[in-house]
């Protein structure tokens, strides 16, 4: 942290959202059909405040938050991946003019973005995108100009979820690294603010707070430890060599009996970033967009070669997803691929832990399928 901090009343929050506001296209934390998502915001009183998540395996529920704190909730299937790396995108467009054919690169359009309400979890998941995107041979033009013009505003977890894990894989619940500006809720409707840059020390100069005190300090140091301690699921630290040396285990065929190869949990995984190109075309088959969209190691084509697919049975789409994000990521990353923010739990139909597969794999548990909870009709 670049050391500069100030105490925030929360009857002062929509001066700092106003703040970001007159600098920034502001995407943060909204209800929108029964979760959180991540969208754009027009002031403070678009935030979704005075709600907490229930989640467990297989379930999502919000419900007013018995505190009424302001961001007492942990996360929801929206990833900040949205925004930094779209579901569907244009690579290059193409129009045919008689016998004449012209092709014409996407622009990238990168307005100035702040993403407000970043968690430990996420702000680490976003440095893994940037190791896949930005540091290898080939960079992204589009998450780079993304990238490059956003301004992150994070938020240190105070409660975590029951699917949260993020403390066995050293990736929360604190926030430390990667933020412009970090909030932490305190007692008495107060707020610890960071600052974790240079755009972010401007930004928090311009709010002429009281500066923080030690005691804020410590109170919020007290907090985010508690949220941590309070994590009841964790993933083991020899996860990588777990699932390397077990690739014939029998435990990869009882998850496929139970996996419905949906891809819900590629899709809300922070990290994952597999994509398919297609080439869309408008009715009169003279203008043609070749498109770039989020794909899934869990369908059948994302395997396929001459011949057909090579991962026909869903065990085997299984084991690859998992030992890549734990195993083999490693290898191509340097990292884990997985920051413990608990998303691809909480949003399996089938309610699949990856945490309990993994410990049976390890022979320390024995995995019972979850049965998720009904929906009542209405």
């Not at 998540?53 to 919000?62: F, K, N, T």
């Not at 985010?224 to 777990?242: C, D, M, W, Y």
Request: aromatic share 8%; net charge negative.
């Amino acid at each position: 942290m670049d050391g500069r901090s100030g105490l925030l009343a929360r009857r002062d929050f929509g001066v700092f959202v106003d703040a970001l506001l007159a600098r920034y296209r502001v995407i943060g934390p909204r209800v929108r059909d029964g979760a959180i998502v991540y969208d754009a915001i027009g002031g403070a009183d678009d935030l979704a405040v005075g709600w907490i998540d229930e989640q467990e395996a297989g379930r999502y529920r919000l419900a007013p938050d018995p505190q009424g704190r302001m961001f007492g909730y942990a996360v929801g299937p929206h990833t900040w991946k949205h925004h930094l790396f779209p579901p569907r995108q244009d690579l290059w467009s193409g129009t045919r003019d008689g016998t004449e054919f012209t092709i014409e690169p996407a622009v990238v359009e990168a307005a100035p973005t702040a993403f407000f309400g970043v968690r430990a979890c996420e702000l680490a998941a976003i440095a893994i995108q940037d190791t896949v995107f930005l540091k290898g041979p080939y960079v992204d033009a589009g998450y780079a100009a993304r990238r490059a013009a956003s301004f992150f505003v994070a938020i240190n977890c105070i409660r975590s979820a029951a699917t949260c894990f993020c403390a066995s894989v050293d990736s929360g619940p604190a926030v430390r690294s990667g933020f412009d500006l970090a909030l932490t809720e305190l007692a008495g409707d107060r707020f610890l603010l960071e600052a974790g840059s240079e755009a972010g020390v401007a930004l928090l100069e311009t709010l002429a707070l009281p500066p923080g005190t030690a005691a804020a300090r410590e109170e919020a140091a007290d907090l985010v430890e508690s949220a941590g301690a309070t994590q009841i699921r964790g993933l083991r630290s020899n996860a990588e060599r777990l699932l390397k040396d077990n690739l014939e285990h029998p435990q990869w065929a009882d998850v496929a009996s139970r996996c419905l190869s949906c891809t819900n949990c590629t899709l809300v995984c922070p990290t994952c970033f597999c994509s398919t190109v297609e080439d869309v075309t408008d009715l009169t088959a003279t203008h043609i967009s070749r498109q770039r969209r989020w794909d899934s190691c869990f369908t059948l084509e994302h395997s396929y070669i001459h011949g057909g697919s090579i991962r026909r049975e869903p065990a085997s789409r299984y084991r690859q997803w998992l030992t890549h994000k734990l195993g083999f990521w490693h290898d191509q990353f340097g990292t884990s691929g997985c920051t413990g923010c608990g998303r691809c739990i909480a949003w399996c139909p089938a309610g699949i832990d990856l945490t309990e597969e993994v410990a049976a794999i390890a022979g320390g548990v024995h995995v019972v399928p979850h049965v998720p909870e009904e929906v009542p009709s209405t």
